[in-house]
């Protein structure tokens, strides 16, 4: 074994443990003293194993580049990668790389550029390889669930856990399939059935405290999912339990500058939020705005998360001007994001239209409500519940005209 390839077998067992900053210096070290040995690589392009192991390197710095929210490097380490595969055949190599690139084109809000690639692996990936077939199943599913293809999501999810059976087990794909269950609970949660949710997220959680160091960050992951559903049910004291835990191991393992820490600390405003603390709760709505423009420039679907998420706390203590301004900035990036007529845009809408009507605007609450129904109707997933809601309180305004 060279030195190459021992150090990085150190760093991938740095990456299984949820080391990932760990894992990164330790790479990016390994990188500097390869570009010393020889600036151009010519050296490795001698011997096709030594091509075949930096190809190797930059797969596995270009995954844990993204685990730390490193979009930028993930990139450029995902093309090298590449650039170093077209000498040889190395399928798992090529599908981590794919996964990796789709995972990039997820943070990016490419939800159909994701699902795109993925399908288009997916015919590539023999048969023999279950356990690749099962995680692009899963990441199909997630970019689905994400832009609202509930349907479809629930589809490939079901996909996943058919290929999954047929698995024997073991440590991998033992936690492969807790992968499966998070999105399931995920998935209940967005769609209304959080009560059904709650016991997939629970049992991924549970299994992965079983497989996992006590530590790792799939354990926070999941933990912060459990508190979701929780707050969804009304249960803040138990969604106050879960979310404290997973804040502390997320900021550990991420640090501040991540994802997945925005993702907690968006729970925690909203905790704080649900218990009328509107300044407090402001204060790490804004963070979510600085932290993401940071990682992803000004225009990001979590910018547009921090908007509503102010326009809601503004709402709570009066403030309805305010209010609409703020979901107007983040009704602005999710046109820009998603289009014109995307289900996304329903919550900065309905929330616009309950302030319009608390300032005794009825014409422009109804306008506004108008377009929420129409948007609605034309999504053939729609979120019944949503839709009734939205009928209810146009009706009750067009009672207030004719009045």
Known sequence: MNVLEQSLKQIQELHIKGQYRKA????????????????????FQTRACNIEMLAAFYTEYGSVALKLSLLDISKECVQCAFYHLKGFANMNLFILNVLTYQ???????????????LKRL?????????????????????????????????????????????????YQNDLLKTNILFLKARLYMDTDRSKYGLDFALDCLQQREMLLPRDHPDIAIAMELVAKINFSQNLVQEAQKYHDQAYK???????????????????????????KKEQQAMYYFQLIGEISQVLLGPLNQYQALSYNNLGCALFNIGKYEASIQQHSNALFIYEKLCGL????????????????????????????????QTI????????????????????????????
């Open 103 to 117: 995972r990039i084109n997820f943070w990016l809000c490419r939800y159909l550029d994701s699902i795109h690639l």
């Open 24 to 43: 990164y210096e330790q790479l990016k070290q390994l990188g500097t003293d390869l570009e010393a040995y020889d600036p151009t690589f010519k050296v």
């Open 249 to 275: 191991m997320k900021i550990k393992a991420f640090g501040l500058h991540n994802f997945e820490t925005i993702d907690s600390i968006n729970e925690k405003g909203r905790l704080l939020l649900s218990s």
């Open 341 to 372: 007529e995307h289900s996304k845009l329903v919550f900065s809408l309905n929330q616009m239209a309950n302030a319009n009507k608390l300032l005794n605007r009825p014409k422009a609450a109804f306008m506004i409500w108008k377009r929420c």
């Open 376 to 403: 609605l109707e034309k999504n053939p997933q729609i979120n019944s519940k949503q839709l009734n809601a939205i009928k209810s309180s146009l009706q009750g305004l067009s009672i207030q005209e004719e009045d």
């Open 122 to 170: 997916l015919s590539v990936v023999p048969n023999s390889l279950v356990h690749y077939k099962i995680e692009i199943y899963i990441n199909i599913a997630n970019s689905q669930r994400a832009w609202c293809f509930y349907d479809d999501a629930e589809v490939s999810i079901n996909q996943a856990e058919q290929l999954a059976s047929l698995l024997n087990p073991s």
